[in-house]
């Protein structure tokens, strides 16, 4: 059965840091694609960033471009987000997700993963 689990969210004021990691298990994720994705109250789930297999190609949400930087371990099966000058905007649920199938390039639409995690609450004070 396949596990996807976040870590490493928590309360911190603007302008921290904070790394997001996502452990998956239960199948062979080395050569798939990950993303992450973020939902603040009242609003629809928004892409932040995703990562190709190898971690050659990168995707970001115009919003977090140059302050969010998303990579990942695959001897570990963890994809990690790191978040810099963190703004209270970016205070959201932020979610982990794997895609099912390969794929050459990374994916910016949530229809296109297939697995999910539970998520992680990050929230920036101002």
């Known amino acids: 059965q396949v596990r996807v689990v976040e870590s490493g969210g928590g309360l911190v004021q603007a302008g921290d840091s904070l790394r997001l990691s996502c452990a998956a298990s239960?199948?062979?994720?080395?050569?798939?694609?990950m993303g992450w994705f973020r939902q603040a109250p009242g609003k629809g789930r928004e892409f932040v960033a995703a990562i190709t297999w190898n971690g050659i190609n990168t995707d970001y949400a115009d919003s977090v471009k140059g302050r969010f930087t998303i990579s990942r371990d695959n001897a570990k099966n963890t994809v990690y987000l790191q978040m810099n000058s963190l703004k209270p905007e970016d205070t959201a649920v932020y979610y982990c997700a794997i895609r099912a199938r390969v794929a050459a390039l990374p994916s910016i639409h949530s229809y296109d993963y297939d697995y999910w995690g539970q998520g992680t609450q990050v929230t920036v004070s101002s």
């Open positions: 239960g199948r062979t994720f080395s050569n798939l694609p």
